[in-house]
């Protein structure tokens, strides 16, 4: 069983920055990616980053790209996402994940486990 902790959401004005933390624990892969998703009120749960065991392979959703950065810690099992000039429609519940591979995570978005959500909220 793997244990998934988010932190580090929260209400910010738009164009403010947020970083949100998640810790593993646990059994899980000798080797996994992490990543996040988020859930906007009355959506579904969409992809945003994710990021390989070793950090050399990072992938962002469209959305995100140039505004966000995933980053994993020394420790390999927390990973970070650092948002910068958010805008209300970054609005969502946002989620950690884990699967074996950043691929996984970004083209199945069925992750094997998942934290259990931290709200960020982006006022206008």
């Known amino acids: 069983q793997v244990q998934l902790v988010e932190s580090g959401g929260g209400l910010v004005q738009a164009g403010g920055s947020l970083r949100l933390s998640c810790a593993a624990s646990?059994?899980?892969?000798?080797?996994?990616?992490m990543g996040w998703f988020r859930q906007a009120p009355g959506k579904g749960r969409d992809f945003v980053a994710a990021?390989?065991?070793?950090?050399?392979?990072?992938n962002y959703a469209d959305s995100v790209k140039g505004r966000f950065t995933i980053s994993r810690g020394n420790a390999k099992n927390t990973v970070y996402l650092q948002m910068n000039s958010l805008k209300p429609e970054d609005t969502a519940v946002y989620y950690c994940?884990?699967?074996?591979?950043?691929?996984?995570?970004?083209?199945?978005?069925?992750?094997?486990?998942w934290g259990q959500g931290t709200q960020v909220t982006v006022s206008s």
């Open positions: 646990g059994r899980t892969f000798t080797t996994y990616a």
């Open positions: 994940a884990v699967d074996s591979t950043v691929r996984r995570l970004y083209e199945l978005g069925t992750p094997n486990y």
């Open positions: 990021i390989s065991w070793g950090g050399s392979i990072t």
